[in-house]
């Protein structure tokens, strides 16, 4: 049985949920109102017209709405709106470069200036509401200006994790049809001193035939191959225009980005987000689950590229008025104490990383963080898996040093923001639980025939009843694919994808995915994305893959193939691990690979994972 943490005295004091009984009490109301407690939640912001109608939903058919009629940006809601109200000069980006001589900071101020500009260059080039803008970059920070620059004129971003391939690249930009795809000219990353970040672009836009012009960041002034008739370079892009941009006025329904996900079929989804509902949960999720204070700094790990980057780097922090740090690097160069010297270098509040790089840090012992104080920290953070135990207390004693509450969120591409977490300080932290659900959130646990199990010590499949302001809208061209995915396996219910227990004091530890999606350092992989990948290799008959316990990622992806080939184990198995590399990325290449003569299977023929 877990021990139960209770919250450091500390971290209570100034908590914007300042007490258990007060979070009971708030969670009560959000279930029994939940119009009225959104109304209020929905008015921290602004709007340029109120709503007529909080919400509408019918989940059979996939079709949610919030905040009807009302109409806002959120571009708007991230920079001008602090500085008209006198924040201007304070700090709103931290950007640590992969070389720790490297950063900027930029004001609210700056920030809306770079913004608008960018703004004004994407409207130069014939970008409208509307139009899709594929971003393709590491973590520099044209890649957030460029985020709020498309949502400023209403365009819809698509940002594609710059670890993909030229091929994922291609796909992506063609299910949404982008009209420009901006991307820089090198990466550096660690060791990587020169990913070909513009020489992958090249290589996708030989086929995305929607795509009319490439922008590029002189991020390391490596030479590049530039196409005079299609190809700018964005500090170009910007010179002649002028540093305000009125930002564009946008339905709360208005798509605010697309961002893919890896499914059980082999094509990737493009999961939409809304405008309103998007801004208002990822908001209301960061300032409770983190206790944000004016003048803190907060410090999420992730990329821009996955959700995390979106709701937790960008628009969750900004749109509160925070001090938000944007690292381009990797937590083990130039040392192993990265992470930790970034921490002190700073004066960081609250940071929030993915359990593969606590196991990752942790296997180096204790020594990387014997020359940092980590004073500054009040609370810490897990993102993208369930957090295991042995990594859990390492990462609260060790980093935390005991007092510092440790968030363990549970959350989904999907859902847009945090739904089950401690907050940090309120709720008593047990370990390896992802605890309790946010105000608003109604998790339900069912059986493999959708009955409810109540009550405690239960366990079986995870859904959520009832929208929440974030919640997915559709998959981008296929909103079939959204209703059977998400809506159609329970009744009435969003479901999950993941397995979950309900303990005896009613904490909820997820247990990872029951459907054919392997979570790999919390990115999620589709099986039947890499097995197609797999299959691409001449010689592959047939493939099947499955995920299996890994120390580092939590999950590790396991290939049993099938081939038709003279070639010895090893070589088959180094072509393969290349091809998966060319047709996702690195990211999706097997850890470990069988070489079968045959596959279990179904009756119908289906194989059995």
């Not at 082999?266 to 309103?276: E, F, Q, T, W, Y």
Request: proline share 5%; with cysteine; charged share 25%.
């Amino acid at each position: 049985m877990s021990k139960t943490y209770k919250p450091h005295p500390d971290t209570t004091q100034k908590a914007h949920i300042s007490s258990l009984e007060q979070y009971k009490k708030i969670y009560n109301e959000s279930i029994s109102n939940p119009e009225e407690f959104w109304a209020k939640i929905a008015e921290r912001i602004d709007w340029y017209q109120p709503w007529n109608k909080v919400r509408e939903y019918d989940f059979v058919n996939g079709k949610i709405e919030w905040f009807s009629n009302g109409k806002l940006n959120a571009s708007y809601n991230c920079l001008d709106r602090h500085v008209n109200n006198g924040y201007g000069d304070e700090t709103a980006i931290i950007w640590e470069g992969n070389d720790p001589n490297q950063s900027r900071t930029f004001t609210y101020k700056e920030l809306l200036k770079e913004v608008s500009q960018f703004a004004n260059g994407l409207k130069d080039l014939g970008v409208k509401k509307g139009d899709r803008v594929c971003l393709y970059m590491q973590m520099i920070p044209e890649l957030a200006i460029a985020v709020l620059a498309c949502a400023r004129i209403g365009a819809v971003h698509s940002v594609v994790f710059g670890a993909f391939s030229s091929d994922a690249l291609r796909d992506r930009i063609n299910d949404s049809a982008c009209k420009i795809l901006v991307t820089q000219d090198t990466g550096v990353r660690g060791i990587k001193q020169n990913i070909p970040m513009k020489a992958n672009a090249d290589q996708a836009v030989l086929h995305t035939p929607s795509i009319e012009y490439v922008i590029v960041v002189k991020r390391t002034g490596e030479p590049v191959h530039m196409d005079v008739e299609r190809d700018i370079w964005w500090h170009e892009s910007i010179s002649n225009v002028d540093d305000k941009c009125k930002p564009e006025e946008m339905d709360s329904e208005d798509p605010l980005f697309i961002l893919y996900t890896s499914g059980s079929t082999g094509k990737p989804k493009g999961v939409v987000h809304s405008s309103a509902g998007y801004m208002i949960y990822s908001s209301y999720t960061f300032l409770n689950v983190f206790q944000y204070d004016e003048d803190d700094i907060y410090w999420c790990t992730a990329d821009v590229g996955w959700i995390t980057g979106h709701s937790y780097i960008v628009y969750g922090p900004l749109l509160c008025g925070a001090t938000t740090l944007m690292f381009e690097g990797v937590p083990t160069y130039p040392n192993v104490s990265r992470f930790w010297d970034i921490v002190d270098k700073y004066k960081v509040n609250q940071f929030y990383t993915a359990p593969t790089a606590i196991r990752a840090l942790q296997a180096h012992g204790l020594e990387p963080l014997e020359n940092n104080s980590l004073d500054s920290l009040k609370v810490i953070g897990s993102v993208g898996e369930p957090i295991n135990e042995e990594a859990w207390h390492w990462y609260h004693d060790n980093v935390g040093k005991g007092k510092c509450p440790l968030v363990d969120t549970w959350w989904q591409t999907e859902t847009g923001g945090i739904m089950i977490s401690a907050l940090a300080g309120i709720t008593p932290n047990k370990p390896a639980h992802a605890s309790l659900p946010l105000p608003g959130i109604i998790p339900v646990i069912v059986d493999a025939e959708g009955n409810e199990l109540n009550g405690n010590n239960v366990q079986g499949n995870l859904c959520i009843k009832s929208p929440w302001p974030s919640i997915i809208r559709t998959t981008y061209g296929d909103h079939e694919r959204c209703i059977s995915t998400y809506f159609s396996n329970y009744k009435g219910m969003y479901f999950t994808g993941d397995g979950v227990k309900r303990d005896h004091d009613g904490y909820l530890r997820i247990l990872g995915r029951v459907d054919d999606v392997i979570n790999v350092s919390g990115h999620r992989m589709g099986t039947a994305e890499v097995e197609n990948a797999i299959n691409e290799h001449e010689d592959v008959i047939e493939s099947a893959v499955v995920g299996y316990p890994h120390d580092i990622k939590g999950e590790g992806i396991y290939a049993y193939v099938i081939v038709s080939t003279e070639l010895n184990d090893d070589e088959i198995k180094d072509q393969i691990i290349n091809v998966v590399r060319k047709v996702i990325g690195p990211i999706a290449k097997p850890d470990k690979i069988q070489i079968v003569s045959g596959l279990p299977k179904t009756r119908s023929g289906k194989i059995m994972r």
